[in-house]
């Protein structure tokens, strides 16, 4: 109770907090992060969100990303409910719906990378789909990950730490300090996979000349929206294709963060580097579950040809595609206007934080891409690289903020990320950068 105490929560909440505690292991996705305090949500609209206790709080986690729409969107929402109007009741299994073709074509049409589309319910899954092609398509067993990317829950992709040792081979190696540590994990997890920094093309690149022979896939993001928004430098995205192409490697760049969030045609298009297979998820359906992996005709050949294998009871549901045909539709309109109403408020939120920060004393870079961004306490630029940036940041710092904020009723992602909706109104603008301001001042 010390901890509830502390936040000083409503009585609705410590109520259901603790009927939660006796019948479920806590939240629904756990990772090793500090405790925080628990919120029951009963109502949204646009990015804010009241809990059972009518205290009103500011969401800049949306749902860590799918929720491009706001809370409550009633375009969204009819669009859906049309669409589902039409839908009788299949998990789609081994039958299909003409949603399914549609929505494949949408993502062929926009997507650069993308010739086929395959369906599924979750960002991890297509991960491992992408794994289990490359694979095949290359008859190779390793792949290769690189530090402050997320690529999903599953043993193999999971945390563990880059090998420091330069001469070593870099497999991951697992560390008790890593907030992605897992008990109960394989031992065998990490010896097929290579673990390197990000943004070090040098570190790439002597890992193909030593192992390429032996790698299928080099699975990344193509900025760092799971480790601090950091921007790839200018022209290491380009060197990773060229790399790629040289090794026999697929590429496949994960854009389950930055798949219809930056763009149609997502980070690919953005940064002008097409992978040979994505993934894809959050953003897809505006909120419900569906994930993609979408990419070379050749490769996505092995499902039609039976030689890959991948089921899902709930791949395509019905729902999910009624859910993402209206995303997409309200995505092409005008032109992408949805992204233009993203940049606008996405700037000056970042802009008044910046600003805010500097005046309370507090040296900050925030940085992102479309969509999502983050805040650190810092006086490095854009321009470090994520190494430099975890040692100079000061963590303790933003734990602090973090707190802070929960206090003041706003609610970043975890990571310290804000994820902006299509829909964030001049209302709620004004009213984040306040509590932020209090935020601030108390620091
Ligand atoms: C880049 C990236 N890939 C994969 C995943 C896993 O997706 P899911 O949580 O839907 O399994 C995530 C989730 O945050 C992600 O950010």
């Given at each position: 109770m010390s901890q509830m105490d502390d936040w000083l929560v409503g009585s609705k909440t410590r109520e259901l907090a603790e009927r939660a505690r006796r019948v479920m292991p806590g939240r629904q996705s756990n990772l090793r992060a500090a405790e925080e305090p628990p919120v029951f949500v009963v109502r949204g609209e646009g990015q804010r969100m009241w809990d059972v206790d009518g205290r009103e709080l500011l969401d800049f986690a949306l749902g860590m990303g799918p929720?491009?729409?706001?809370?409550?969107n009633r375009e969204y929402l009819a669009a859906v409910h049309t669409q589902l109007?039409?839908?009788?009741?299949?998990?789609a299994g081994m039958l299909q719906t003409p949603n399914e073709v549609y929505l494949a074509e949408k993502i062929v049409e926009h997507v650069?990378?993308?010739?086929q589309v395959r369906f599924l319910t979750s960002g991890s899954e297509a991960v491992q789909l992408v794994i289990r092609l490359a694979r095949a398509f290359t008859g190779r067993t390793h792949f290769v990950r690189f530090d402050g990317n997320y690529h999903g829950?599953?043993?193999?992709?999971l945390g563990g730490r880059s090998n420091p040792?330069?001469?070593?081979?870099?497999y991951a190696i697992e560390s008790t300090e890593d907030p992605m540590h897992t008990e109960g994990r394989s031992a065998s997890a990490f010896a097929e996979s290579y673990k390197i920094p990000w943004n070090d093309i040098e570190r790439l690149e002597t890992l193909l000349n030593q192992h390429g022979e032996r790698i299928a896939l080099v699975i990344m993001e193509a900025a760092m929206t799971n480790g601090g928004c950091c921007l790839p430098r200018p022209g290491y995205l380009e060197r990773v294709r060229e790399l790629c192409t040289r090794h026999g490697v697929l590429l496949c760049i994960d854009e389950v963060i930055t798949g219809f969030r930056m763009g149609l045609g997502g980070a690919q298009q953005h940064f002008g580097v097409t992978p040979d297979l994505s993934t894809f998820g959050k953003a897809l359906a505006g909120g419900m579950a569906l994930a993609a992996v979408a990419g070379r005709r050749d490769v996505l050949e092995l499902l039609r040809t039976n030689r890959v294998v991948n089921a899902g009871t709930f791949n395509a549901a019905p729902a999910s595609m009624a859910a993402a045909v209206a995303t997409l539709t309200m995505l092409e309109r005008d032109d992408g206007a949805a992204f233009r109403r993203i940049d606008a408020k996405q700037s000056a939120l970042m802009e008044g934080i910046y600003d805010i920060a500097r005046r309370h004393g507090h040296p900050v870079l925030v940085q992102g891409v479309r969509g999502v961004f983050c805040v650190h306490f810092?006086?490095?630029?854009?321009?470090?690289?994520p190494s430099e940036l975890a040692r100079h940041a000061d963590l303790s710092k933003a734990r602090r903020f973090r707190q802070l904020l929960i206090q003041e009723g706003l609610y970043p992602g975890r990571g310290d990320r804000y994820f902006v909706s299509t829909v964030l109104s001049d209302a709620e603008l004004d009213d984040a950068l306040r509590r932020i301001d209090v935020a601030l001042g108390a620091l």
């Open positions: 929720n491009i729409w706001g809370h409550g109007d039409q839908i009788f009741n299949i998990a650069p990378c993308a010739e829950w599953i043993d193999n992709v040792d330069l001469g070593a081979v870099p810092t006086e490095l630029s854009v321009a470090h690289a």
